[in-house]
């Protein structure tokens, strides 16, 4: 089970950080990822972290957007600086085991709820 948490309502140019949380399964086995969801838009990569610690990012937030993990506490985390109007959106992380294609949503088996993300100009 996957809990996103730490989005809400932030200027343009600030930050934020996301947090999720993992409970069941061995979270130190599992490549995690972040994916996000814009209003009438498709869901999208972001960034994934695989369980040997490689980190992977989408062109749009790289450079940007940190990805890491802490397996003590079973979460991943999403660290967002210099947020876009654009990278408004709902944030999901979801958790993979079998590292076929961590951009690929399709490749995921958990999902968590989403935590929205607000970006004002």
């Known amino acids: 089970q996957l809990q996103a948490s730490g989005g809400g309502l932030v200027q343009a140019g600030g930050s934020l950080r996301l947090s999720c949380a993992a409970s069941?399964?061995?979270?130190?086995?599992?490549?995690m990822g972040w994916f996000r969801q814009a209003p009438g838009r498709a869901r999208m990569f972001v960034a994934a972290?695989?369980?040997?610690?490689?980190?992977f990012y989408a062109d749009s937030p790289k450079g940007r957007f940190t990805i890491s993990r802490d397996n003590a506490k079973n979460t991943v985390y999403l660290q967002m600086n210099a947020l876009k109007p654009e990278d408004t959106a709902v944030y999901y992380c979801?958790?993979?085991?079998?590292?076929?294609?961590?951009?690929?949503?399709?490749?995921?088996?958990?999902w968590g709820r989403g935590t929205l993300v607000t970006v004002s100009s």
């Open positions: 979801a958790a993979d085991r079998t590292g076929r294609n961590l951009a690929s949503g399709g490749s995921y088996d958990s």
């Open positions: 069941g399964g061995t979270f130190s086995l599992y490549n």
């Open positions: 972290i695989s369980w040997k610690n490689n980190t």
